[in-house]
């Protein structure tokens, strides 16, 4: 079956450490990936997408994920992070199966340290 | 509007009561979908609107559940007998088109609280 891990649910930096923060799919073919942010009272905004072409792709706010095929992986990282990055995190994938459908992962909360 | 809204932000009932939940997608947007969310949990998937086709119910936890939407616009999430366990935040997300590729613009979702 179609699945997302993120195994970290909760990860705290500090301000200005860099950060990594993994997913993990299961699906036969290569899925759209996505990764979306949950801010505080805020609903989900979109980070960045990959389907195909260069696996390292940009996003907003200075985000980045890097789509590896052998790992089956899309790990999302930034290199210096900012109290506002406080947040969730959710990784998914977007797939065909009869219909359009999207998986998401359980999450990974970003606490930030001062 | 500018974005997704949903109505009501917050909603308290007693466990046994229907309760309606409201979605106004972004105008032009011809798929719709519905999320649940449980306390720490990810988007559990409910029901896929697109356009005028047959919508995808395949999430729908239980036949409590049900959702309706007018050609291209409002959708309502119905769940009939409300359980303690239905407790979560429903989430709504429009996108223009069809196709696991495009991004979907989530609405700020209704909290619903059963007794």
């Known amino acids: 079956a179609q699945s997302v891990t993120q195994p970290d649910i909760h990860i705290t930096v500090s301000e200005g450490a860099s950060l990594e923060l993994r997913c993990n799919y299961s699906?036969?073919?290569?899925?759209?990936l996505f990764w979306y942010v949950q801010s505080p009272g805020q609903g989900l905004q979109l980070l960045l997408k990959y389907f195909s072409g260069d696996t390292l792709v940009q996003g907003i706010k200075g985000f980045e994920a890097e789509f590896k095929r052998s790992q089956s992986s899309f790990n999302l990282r930034k290199p210096s992070v900012h109290w506002s990055d406080a947040a969730e995190y959710f990784c998914?994938?977007?797939?065909?199966?009869?219909?359009?459908?999207?998986?998401f992962g359980t999450g990974t909360r970003l606490k930030v340290l001062a | 509007g500018a974005g997704v809204s949903q109505s009501p932000s917050n909603k308290v009932t007693e466990k046994g009561k229907d309760v309606e939940l409201r979605c106004d997608p972004i105008s032009g947007h011809t798929a719709l979908y519905w999320y649940r969310q449980r306390l720490g949990q990810g988007l559990e998937f409910l029901i896929y609107?697109?356009?005028?086709?047959?919508?995808?119910k395949s999430g729908l936890p239980s036949d409590r559940f049900s959702a309706e939407r007018t050609g291209e616009s409002v959708s309502t999430l119905t769940i009939q007998r409300t359980q303690q366990e239905d407790s979560a935040v429903y989430l709504c997300?429009?996108?223009?088109?069809?196709?696991?590729?495009?991004?979907?613009?989530f609405g700020p979702g209704t909290r619903l609280t059963v007794l």
């Open positions: 997300a429009s996108s223009d088109l069809a196709g696991g590729y495009n991004e979907q613009f």
């Open positions: 609107f697109q356009g005028n086709s047959a919508p995808d």
């Open positions: 699906y036969g073919a290569t899925p759209y």
């Open positions: 998914a994938v977007g797939l065909f199966s009869g219909t359009y459908k999207y998986i």
